[in-house]
């Protein structure tokens, strides 16, 4: 299919590449790697012809600036790799938009760097890298905490989507995974962090109080769609702390839009479009810790989906959630 729009799309930063190299492969691949995410240019723009894909909405890589302890290097780290991608986007109009990557130490340095990137760049949204280490590397906060209200107010009102991205839990967080440090990071502690993360946010009442707020996914929807129906029929049985007027599941399908990062699975598809509502579905190929031919061949092949579903997911749905002037 031509005309695709990818929005799990990663660049680096100097300051943020090393952070990469855990889930760069070997170390033979390192090289190729680092001229890969570190590229907005030829390389990347050329995959992006190969694979028929239009747009790659672009966002740092994780943690990013969710690993800086320092709220003003981490505002450093963040402003800079937002101009880069302004700089991309401006030069590249037709080809690049941009998700802001902010410093989530406090509520309102964060919604300053949303705001300047969405008023004065143009930039569709932002993507968050989990929860964000502050001063202390044992000190984490996640964003269901009531601290973090006026931030959400900030993203309610310019009503633009955030994009909850995975991390590795800390260490001291982590005894479960002793022995198995396979188990942390992508293949499985990725969808386990985020998605308790993301299932706080749903009890938190925060889409009471901000009811066109949108979240975005990846890896399609990081294990929650084949645990939804269980999530709420035993949550009948335990309530306890749970501060949303809804059931959990309403909240997920009315609140979260999910991508095909990285998930390039009939299976895994089937059960998500069985759960989440179509309008809420899109491609994503999570470049470059996937390859784009492997997400597109997969996407242009699989026979889950109608010819009308693959541009629907493969575009138009891309083009409402980010009020983008394409047709």
């Not at 090289?31 to 740092?60: H, N, P, V």
């Not at 981490?74 to 986007?89: F, P």
């Not at 501060?243 to 399908?253: D, E, T």
């Amino acid at each position: 299919m031509q005309g695709k729009i990818a929005f799990e799309e990663h660049f680096a930063v100097e300051e943020t590449l090393e952070q990469t190299r855990g889930f760069a492969g070997d170390s033979g691949h390192w090289d190729d790697f680092t001229r890969q995410i570190l590229d907005l240019e030829e390389e990347r723009l050329e995959q992006m012809d190969e694979t028929g894909i239009e747009l790659a909405i672009l966002s740092l890589n994780a943690p990013g600036v969710q690993r800086i302890l320092d709220p003003d290097e981490a505002m450093a780290v963040a402003r800079k790799a937002n101009d880069r991608m302004a700089e991309a986007v401006s030069k590249h109009p037709a080809r690049y938009a941009a998700l802001a990557a902010l410093p989530m130490h406090d509520p309102v340095s964060a919604s300053w760097e949303l705001g300047r990137c969405v008023r004065e760049l143009g930039f569709k949204g932002c993507m968050v890298n989990g929860f964000q280490q502050v001063g202390d590397a044992e000190n984490v906060r996640y964003y269901d905490l009531p601290e973090y209200d006026s931030f959400w107010a900030a993203v309610s009102e310019l009503d633009v989507p955030f994009y909850l991205h995975p991390r590795m839990q800390i260490p001291s967080r982590a005894q479960n995974y002793e022995g198995h440090p396979w188990l942390m990071s992508a293949p499985w502690g990725f969808a386990v962090e985020t998605s308790i993360h993301a299932l706080r946010l749903c009890g938190s009442g925060m889409f009471d109080d901000y009811p066109n707020l949108r979240i975005c996914l990846g890896h399609l929807g990081e294990n929650i769609p084949f645990g939804l129906w269980r999530i709420d029929a035993r949550m009948r049985f335990s309530r306890r702390g749970y501060r949303g007027n809804k059931p959990l599941g309403a909240y997920f399908r009315e609140h979260f839009h999910l991508t095909t990062s990285g998930n390039f699975n009939n299976a895994a598809f089937r059960c998500t479009l069985e759960m989440i509502d179509h309008d809420k579905v899109y491609f994503s190929a999570d470049y470059p810790f996937e390859k784009m031919e492997d997400a597109a061949d997969w996407y242009d092949s699989t026979d889950v989906i109608s010819e009308d579903q693959r541009r629907k997911f493969g575009r138009s749905n891309a083009i409402t959630l980010f009020d983008l002037d394409l047709k």
